[in-house]
T-cell receptor
């Protein structure tokens, strides 16, 4: 079975400080993992994806994530938060056939001026 | 526009009413997905189409839910005899490939059953 646990429902950081959003997954097979962002009244947007290539994945807007099989983690990081990063972030796992995504419950990121 | 379009954006239905939610995927996209997102939760899989074929409907919560994509493009999610627990945002996504490695999501339809 596949599942995703996002360890923090809310994260608050100050603008210019690092961002860490944590995600642990469970999968019976080699997973593919994604991070999506959802701004209010906008559709889900793909930030980055891991599909068994390099374990350190770079995405849009300065975000990156590292796949750690031994820890079953796929944490999302950004060195310096921007006000425009305030949104809800979802960690997603799928199997090789990519026909079904399993979403975490989401982490709301608040960025303080 | 070039993105996935869903209509209506908002729908209020009286309990027991039937509703139909429409999804216009990106032109030429092979795969189409429907997800249900309850308040405060992550989206949950409902069903998957590859062209006009519904290959997976394991996430449909009951036989009141029905989805179709008759010509392999536009899709409709129909909910019969709506109940309060059906209140959620219904998200549609499409992908150019078989499967969703590059899935593009619409803004969703927010359904409120009163």
């Amino acid at each position: 079975a596949q599942s995703v646990t996002q360890l923090d429902s809310h994260v608050s950081v100050s603008e210019g400080t690092p961002v860490l959003l944590r995600c642990n997954y469970s999968s019976s097979y080699s997973p593919s993992l994604f991070w999506y962002v959802q701004h209010p009244n906008k559709g889900l947007q793909l930030l980055l994806k891991y599909t068994s290539a390099a374990t350190l994945v770079k995405g849009i807007n300065g975000f990156e994530a590292e796949f750690k099989k031994s820890e079953t983690s796929f944490h999302l990081t950004k060195p310096s938060a921007h006000m425009s990063d305030a949104a809800e972030y979802f960690c997603v796992v799928t199997l090789y056939n990519f026909n079904k995504f399993y979403f975490g419950s989401g982490t709301k990121l608040n960025v303080k001026p | 526009g070039a993105g996935v379009s869903q209509s209506p954006r908002y729908k209020v239905a009286k309990r027991g009413q039937d509703v139909a939610l429409r999804c216009d995927p990106i032109s030429g996209h092979v795969s189409l997905f429907w997800y249900q997102q309850a308040l405060g939760q992550g989206p949950e899989f409902l069903t998957y189409f590859q062209n006009e074929a519904q290959l997976d409907k394991s996430g449909l919560p009951s036989d009141r839910f029905f989805a179709e994509r008759p010509e392999g493009s536009v899709s409709t999610l129909k909910i019969q005899r709506t109940q309060q627990e059906d209140s959620a945002v219904y998200l549609c996504a499409s992908s150019p490939e078989s499967g969703g490695t590059e899935a593009f999501f619409g803004q969703g339809t927010r359904l409120t059953v009163v």
